[in-house]
């Protein structure tokens, strides 16, 4: 019968306690209180922040707009009939941002920059917040140039400058 040594069974408990790596992964979740008109009611998310993403299940992404004291208004940036009350909803801690630049142009994305237009994934390298303080009068270069969105009625009603900041919302 093997002699049992102390100091081998040390150093094996040592090498497998070094080797030994467990990853935690604490997220904060918080549960839908109510869905409407794609805005959803959320509680629990405690330390949300303004614009921040949040996951709800399925992959569906929603934006942190409402902060209030006791619940979080999402604006859900998906299809809103697969989200029900109760359902729970993670933090991710990332504040919502797009990619700019090159790769953007003749690109079809949605709300949060993710193309839809079937001709696979963006080559972004620079990333901004989709909601950022819009430069001051001064510093922005003049709108003299006229830009075509291909409706006809936008076009005729309401012109729109090349480099203007321009809302056009369509059902």
């Not at 700019?100 to 990333?127: H, Q, S, T, Y």
């Not at 830009?147 to 076009?155: E, N, Q, R």
Request: proline share 5%.
């Amino acid at each position: 019968m093997a002699q049992i040594n102390a100091s081998e069974i040390s150093d094996i408990i040592k090498k497998r306690i070094q080797e030994f790596e467990k990853t935690v992964d604490l997220a904060e979740t918080g549960t839908v209180l109510s869905v409407g008109d794609n805005v959803a009611r959320v509680y629990g998310v405690r330390n949300c922040m303004a614009m921040e993403l949040l996951e709800f299940p399925g992959g569906i992404m929603g934006v942190a707009l409402n902060l209030e004291q006791d619940n979080v208004g999402v604006a859900v940036m998906g299809d809103v009939e697969n989200i029900k009350e109760g359902d729970p909803v993670k933090r991710t801690g990332r504040i919502a941002q797009v990619p700019v630049g090159d790769c953007m142009l003749g690109r079809v994305v949605d709300g949060l920059g993710n193309p839809i237009d079937g001709k696979g994934p963006l080559d972004a390298k620079e990333f901004r917040r989709i909601e950022m303080k819009a430069p001051g009068v001064i510093a922005r270069k003049p709108v003299h140039e006229p830009c075509y969105t291909g409706l006809k009625a936008v076009d005729a009603m309401t012109p729109v400058g090349r480099g203007q900041r321009e809302l056009i919302i369509g059902d």
